[in-house]
C-alpha cells in the first residue's frame, strides 16, 4: 500500500490533482501571471508523507525479488511534512515570490496521513529521494510537458 506519490507524468490538473501536483501547477501559473498571492484550502497544520514514484518502483522491485510473505506492505518515506511546509518548499523551487494565503473558510482535510513503514524498513529498503529534490525534479517534468498548454 503506497503513501501519496508524485512524480512525473503526475496529474496537474487543477480540477482533479492532488495537493502536490496541484500546489505546483497553481505556483507556477502565479509566477507567470505575476500574482501576488497563493491561495490554498485550510490552515497549513495537516502533515502528509509524500513518496517519489522513482522510490515506489525501487520498493516494489525490491519486494518482487526479496519478499515472498503474505502480509500487506505500506510503502512510504515515515516523513511527514506539513501543508505549508509543503507550500513553502514548492514555492521556493518554482521561484515564486508572493505570499502563500490559506482560506481558513475551507475544509483542511484530515489532520494526519502517516503509514507505519517499519516492516518494509526493517526487510532493508529506505527512499531515496528527498523532498526538496523530488519536487525538483517533477517541476523540470511540469515546465517540459506540461506548463506550455497550462497556462
Request: charged share 20%; glycine share 8%; net charge negative.
Amino acid at each position: 500500500m503506497p503513501t501519496n506519490l508524485y512524480g512525473p507524468r503526475d496529474n496537474f490538473d487543477l480540477d482533479s490533482a492532488h495537493v502536490l501536483p496541484a500546489l505546483i501547477h497553481k505556483f507556477h501559473n502565479a509566477k507567470v501571471n505575476n500574482l501576488p498571492e497563493v491561495a490554498i484550502w485550510g490552515d497549513g497544520t495537516p502533515l502528509r508523507e509524500f513518496l517519489h514514484v522513482q522510490d515506489l518502483a525501487s520498493a516494489c522491485l525490491m519486494l518482487l525479488n526479496d519478499y515472498d510473505g503474505a502480509v500487506a506492505i505500506n510503502i512510504g518515506c515515515g516523513q511527514e511534512i506539513s501543508i505549508l511546509e509543503l507550500a513553502q518548499s514548492i514555492s521556493k523551487v518554482v521561484g515564486f515570490k508572493g505570499i502563500i494565503k490559506f482560506d481558513k473558510t475551507k475544509p483542511i482535510g484530515t489532520p494526519r496521513k502517516l503509514l507505519d513503514t517499519n516492516f518494509l524498513n526493517n526487510l532493508g529498503w529506505e527512499a531515496q529521494i528527498d523532498v526538496l529534490d523530488g519536487l525538483a525534479s517533477t517541476y523540470d517534468w511540469f515546465l517540459n510537458n506540461n506548463a506550455k498548454g497550462s497556462i
